[in-house]
């Protein structure tokens, strides 16, 4: 069965430094992966998404994930953090557990941004 | 222009009450979601629909009952509320096919359950 984990519950960065936000997941094939971010009180928005090709995905907002097969990781990265940035960040892994495709989210990392 | 709607978006009601969650989706999508996040944050996902079939159903109990009139609507019924269920619900939807589709998320339903 695949799963998710986000090691870290709450981040805190200083605005204009860099973040990464670590995801990884367990699955036996090569796994769909996505990143999405949920704002306060709002719906969940995708960043970015893998499943092939180049292991380093641009996604929205200048967010970046890297897929690493080796260490089962699909961290998020951005290279300067903007007030805006707080917020809920969702790891999921897609794929197929018992022939139905469905997709399984981490518990969320909570991304705190001081001025 | 929205992608995906949810009403309401607060459910304010007493234990033992029913009640519904509607969410229609203007995507053209073959399916549809509906995810339970509790407090801590914790995503679950707990039916499935494509095209108005029942695809996913997850260890959710049987007082939630999923109706799906067509591919464009899938609403979530709720029987016999309990404090358990106060938390907030996402319908979701997804073009069909393979894995790699992004779904796509309404705003949410928070249900509060006194």
């Known amino acids: 069965a695949q799963s998710v984990t986000q090691p870290d519950i709450h981040i805190t960065v200083s605005e204009g430094a860099s973040l990464e936000l670590r995801c990884n997941y367990s699955?036996?094939?090569?796994?769909?992966l996505f990143w999405y971010v949920q704002s306060p009180g709002q719906g969940l928005q995708l960043l970015l998404k893998?499943?092939?090709?180049?292991?380093l995905v641009q996604g929205i907002k200048g967010f970046e994930a890297e897929f690493k097969r080796s260490q089962s990781s699909f961290n998020l990265r951005k290279p300067s953090v903007h007030w805006s940035d707080a917020a809920e960040y969702f790891c999921?892994?897609?794929?197929?557990?018992?022939?139905?495709?469905?997709?399984?989210f981490g518990t969320g990392t909570r991304l705190k941004v001081l001025a | 222009d929205t992608a995906v709607s949810q009403t309401p978006k607060y459910l304010v009601t007493q234990m033992g009450n029913d009640k519904s969650i509607k969410c229609e989706q203007n995507l053209g999508h073959d399916t549809m979601y509906w995810y339970k996040q509790d407090s801590k944050k914790f995503l679950k996902i707990m039916f499935s629909y494509n095209n108005k079939e029942l695809i996913i159903n997850e260890t959710v109990p049987n007082r939630f009952s999923p109706k799906s009139p067509d591919k464009a609507h899938l609403n979530l019924h709720i029987n016999s509320l309990e404090l358990g269920d106060s938390a907030v619900y996402f319908c979701a939807s997804s073009p069909v096919g393979a894995g790699s589709n992004e779904q796509f998320f309404g705003p949410g339903t928070r249900l509060t359950v006194l």
């Open positions: 999921a892994v897609g794929g197929h557990t018992s022939g139905t495709y469905k997709y399984i």
């Open positions: 893998y499943f092939s090709g180049d292991t």
């Open positions: 699955y036996g094939a090569t796994p769909y």
